[in-house]
């Protein structure tokens, strides 16, 4: 019996629970898919997307980066004044701005504090069964980069809810839900405030350092950013720092459970730790996909991509690529790298990449320390519903001594 052409629903049930197999007919079958349903055209082989990932000229992220926002006018898009949402030259001159401190030298001196967030969550754990996402993996990430942009205590949990319900989206739905749009205003309205306060009452954060810099706009003349600006640069900040990182150690928990043989070369050799966590990007990246606007023609292997179309980078398929990839499906922390775009890649590669890593090799490192290993209870395993960000919302565990 032949078999049906593939379908790729980015908002299915099928897809939040695992879209492998969608993954590989894409790759073979369809490498320049385009979805009748929702107008946009897709891209799943490894070297497409490199090349994609860095021909901005042609694929512009200035109409957005997910469908959702890639459906609005480019002058609303604009009006969020996020650097993802923008092109060189005006994105090179924001993204300067903050580039300098999540480099990998500067994020050397986060290092203490970034462990200490960590032992503080995982001591209380002791040996009892609990939740590696909601008691681990949630709270650290978020705790982390609101400390580094400002947030006082007490407030900063309160920005990953507002993200987690931003980013949720309903099966069969591509907007965020009314509860997420109230979850975003409250987002920027929040940081618009803590911008504002910041500049009444500097502190050692960065947000105090956003409010007292300049940038040139493209006219020679130098001005400061607005709240909003900065509201902007926080809300992405958090975002990404929250997210990645909750999913990519979450992701992490379950693969060495699965993977026994890969855990015990980590707990033997804590040096491999690194290598691990690219592999772990790789099998399983947090950003599945990014969104990008053709505003040229562009020709592929696969097929031709008009101009005047949204256009979707799938990560979580390329990573996965065997043109690319030696036995692509398979766990293996001793593999060697190809490109890594886990992270993105070109222009748009992500600001706080060097920042995730750390973060998710301290948590590998800590968990290694208290316990020979963690068993999933995999019948409790739930993936979360999210736009272009994949992985679990509970994770249960029982730490073994």
Known sequence: MPETAVEFDPFSSEYFDDPTETYRRLREEAPVYFSERYGFYALSRFDDLVAAHRDWKGLSSAHGVD??????????????????????????????????????????????????????LLDPLADRPFDAVAEFAALFPVEIISRMLGVPEGERQQIRHWLDLSLHREPGEMEMTAEGQ????????????????????????????????????????????????????????????????????????????????????????????????????????????????????????????????????????????????DRPDE??????????????HGVHSCLGAALARMESRIAIEEITKRWTRLEVDRSGLRRVSMSNVAGYSSVPVTPVR
């Open 67 to 120: 469908l959702s926002t890639l459906s609005l006018d480019p002058d609303l898009v604009k009006m969020l004044g996020m650097i993802i949402m923008m092109d060189p030259p005006e994105h090179d001159r924001f993204r300067a701005l903050v580039s300098r401190v999540f480099t990998p030298r500067a994020m050397a001196a986060f290092e203490p504090m970034i462990r200490g967030v960590i032992v503080d």
């Open 182 to 325: 109230n979850a975003m205003l409250s987002l920027v309205v929040y940081f618009q405030d803590l911008a504002k306060a910041k500049r009444e009452h500097p502190d050692d954060d960065m947000l105090t350092r956003l409010t007292e810099v300049t940038i040139d706009r493209g006219d020679g003349e130098q001005t400061q950013l607005t709240n909003g600006e900065i509201a902007g640069f926080a809300a992405l900040l958090g975002g990404a720092g929250a997210e990645t990182v909750t999913k990519l150690v979450a992701n992490a928990v379950v693969l060495f459970d699965q993977h026994p043989d890969q855990w015990k070369k980590v707990v033997a050799d804590p040096e491999r730790i690194p290598a691990a966590v690219e592999e772990i990007l790789r099998i399983h990246p947090p950003s599945q996909y990014q969104g990008r606007f053709s505003v040229e023609e562009r020709t592929y292997e696969g097929g031709t991509i008009p101009a005047g179309f949204p256009v979707l980078l799938l990560t979580g398929a390329a990573t996965r690529d065997a043109r690319t990839f």
């Open 331 to 344: 766990f293996d922390i001793d593999r060697q790298q190809a490109v890594a775009i886990g992270f993105g």
